[in-house]
């Protein structure tokens, strides 16, 4: 063995062994990784249930872009734009009567360079009308875009399991 391919050796296993040695496994060209893009959706996702369990309409469709498209779990199965998905939300949230629970189960996150989705189970409980409790699970893919910096929801798809 020469002695050049012994030292490189030993310096490669001396890198192996570094614990405290940051990597950065991947990088936009704005600088950002793609972990923490994840954790700037997560953050997002955390308050958009937040929203939800408020019934904070006007802070929940701050989440969503002008030309978002949705394919809901309410009719109609398809709307397009933030102002007709508004109308769909507020007749949602006027269904219940009193507080609202919508937990985020399962969260996965795909980060990307201008796009990412998130995918979710939900589950939504609240009172009804005549003091009935509802409670059912919902299947999410919520899907943003950078647009100005900002991450906004432009595609959302939600449906719920059925015994076909």
Known sequence: MNPTSETEDR??????????EQRILSM????????SIEAV???????FAQAVRERDLERLMAFYAPDV??????????TRGAA???QNVE???????GPLVFEL???RITPGDGSAFCHYFALVTGARSSNRTSGYWLRGTTCFARRDGEWLVTHEHLSMPSSM
Do not use: C, N, Y
Request: hydrophobic share 40%.
């Open 41 to 47: 959706l997560r953050k997002r996702m955390d308050e």
């Open 28 to 35: 936009r060209p704005d600088g950002v990784t793609g972990s």
């Open 11 to 20: 310096g490669s296993a001396e890198r192996v062994r570094a614990p405290t």
């Open 91 to 97: 007749q949602w949230f006027a269904s219940f009567d």
């Open 69 to 78: 498209v949705v394919f809901g779990a309410r009719l109609p199965l398809e």
């Open 84 to 86: 007709v998905h508004r």
């Open 105 to 107: 189960h399962k969260l």
